[in-house]
């Protein structure tokens, strides 16, 4: 019988977990993994820390040694892009002209920067921070005592401007909303941030909208004039869905997938950043961008490819590195009405946050504090739509033992 082949598309995260989980699960035909970086898959979080720092380099950032995929038996294609997709024909197309045949596939295609709309936008000295080369080029022109413009007052920016300001560098961060990190967390931890940053030195300028890059490196805002020496923005990405749409493939703010990862056509599946999926926990449809879905998207393909289905039920989590600050994030956080604080974000570097709506967990935020957020990564799923309550008093309560909330 003649073997098959799974061609992946996209060799980052999900695409290189899925590369390796395909051969875990028993997959014995050949495996093609097609990346258009000229590196085998990396990790990304260290892109805006220890990578940018220069505390680490590419090699140090790998996700797994080139070797293991010459044992898995993996054909890494690296450089290329693939044109377009040939779903009746199970064929690809790559730049250059070369064509694949698959039996199944994998869109791993992930996200891009979303750029930022104004003029000179585009700008030598101007950089996006997404990938290992874009780092390379900022470090190229890092210097002590340069002045860094950060357009984005995210966690990529945030991030970006602590390793920036640890090189000497002068940051500031220009962000067009009322507060930093207001669209993914609550006030307490924007002001949390916000005064932690400005302790190292930081510059943050809400309420800016940056409407002009001039020549020289000016950036013009709503907010008065910044001048730069570099200009990183981060102000979010877009999904690479492309390729699925211009082949048939429904796509929502994403590429549609089920339980197990399969798009509208039963022999191609999607994983990561670039699918739109329903979470079983929460009971609702969402885009990630998160390396542990990616992760975990990849392995529930490889599984439902090699006739092992088992469905995605995963609790989204997520983490964040800014000076001594690990960040640790377990739920979604989207719709409470209520949030209960363990220590004090107004003194010191470690707090946790945690999110109710109503009497239901939704979800923890863990600066410094990895007890509680292991104990609420566990509490969400165990208490999400089974009526059980917590003590929310008793949970402000540092004295009260965080385990007695498992047990109760």
Known sequence: MTKQTCIIIGASHAGGQAAISLRQAGWDGDIVLIGEESYAPYHRPPLSKDF???SKDIDDILIRPLETYDNANIICVRAKRVDTIHPKDRLIFLDGGDTLQYDKLILATGA????LPIQGADLPGVYYLRSADDVLQIKANMCAGKKAVIIGGGYIGLETAASLTRQGMNATVLE???RILQRVTAPVMSDFYKRIHTEEGVNIVENCAATEIQAGLTVVTTNGDFNADMVIIGIGVIPNVELAQDCGLDVNNGIIIDAHCRTSNPNIYAVGDVTWHHNPIYDTHLRLESVPNATDQAKTAAQAICGKPKPYNALPWFWSDQFDLKLQIAGLSGGYDDIVL???????????AFYFKGSQLLAVDAVNRPQEYMVGKRLI???MGTGKTIDKKALADETVPLTTFLKS
């Open 52 to 54: 940018l720092s220069g």
């Open 112 to 115: 891009r920067p979303r750029k």
């Open 176 to 178: 067009m909303e009322d």
């Open 342 to 352: 363990r220590g004090d974000p107004g003194a010191g570097r470690s707090f946790a």
């Open 381 to 383: 799923p165990q208490t």
